[in-house]
T-cell receptor
């Protein structure tokens, strides 16, 4: 079946601009996660959705970052007033609810470059 | 808070040689532990996981890992490296709370010499 998809695969923007990154989880997966992977580092947690609600947004670095999942499937990560330090690969993962063994399936990521 | 330490950011092995990637974690409770592999320009793929039960875990592509609680380690091994094993490997620990978010190590890049 189809895996997690993310669009765009690459996004180049200028400092100060607004960007939106999209994630399509595996059908039926109610748990959705966003992570950020900076160059040379492991992914870092940003936000977790259970259904439509953000159950844990403790990883969002500041209020320029926001994410939504209005219908409990597709999620959009929104970054306002982008800064060069926001350049990274943004990864999305989904998990089947009730899976206590917690296998998260990852998308290929969106590489964001802020010039 | 949980954390993961991967010893060695780069490992180079000869084809056919043993692959050993080290991972140590800190956790106040028995965690769930994972190894993921990332090939260039691709997403993370689960290699194997430890949740409960047998401490020696077998994964895909001939990899295995052993959970050692006394050493707080979860080292990844493969007896004989193949050229296709060249990739970046991440060890991760899961928060057993309601969100199960993953905390990753910094990663180890494996190169395989012919």
């Amino acid at each position: 079946g189809a895996g997690v998809s993310q669009t765009p695969s690459n996004k180049v923007t200028e400092k100060g601009k607004y960007v939106e990154l999209r994630c399509d989880p595996i059908s039926g997966h109610t748990a959705l996660y966003w992570y950020r992977q900076s160059l040379g580092q492991g992914p870092e947690f940003l936000i977790y959705f259970q259904g439509t609600g953000a159950a844990d947004d403790s990883g969002l670095p500041n209020d320029r970052f926001f994410a939504v999942r209005p219908e409990g499937s597709v999620s959009t990560l929104k970054i306002q007033r982008t800064e060069r330090g926001d350049s990274a690969v943004y990864l999305c993962a989904s998990r089947l609810a009730g899976d206590s063994y917690n296998e998260q399936f990852f998308g290929p990521g969106t590489r964001l470059t802020v010039l | 808070a949980q954390s993961v330490t991967q010893l060695g950011s780069h490992v180079s092995v000869s084809e056919g040689a043993l692959v050993l990637l080290r991972c140590n974690y800190s956790s106040s409770v028995p965690p769930y532990l994972f190894w993921y592999v990332q090939y260039p320009n691709q997403g993370l793929q689960l290699l194997l996981k430890y949740t409960t039960g047998a401490t020696l875990v077998k994964g895909i592509n001939g990899f295995e890992a052993e959970f050692k609680k006394s050493e707080t380690s979860f080292h990844l091994t493969k007896p004989s490296a193949h050229m296709s094993d060249a990739a970046e490997y991440f060890c991760a620990v899961s928060d057993l709370g309601n969100d199960y978010k993953l905390s990753f190590g910094a990663g180890t890049t494996v190169t395989v010499r012919a």
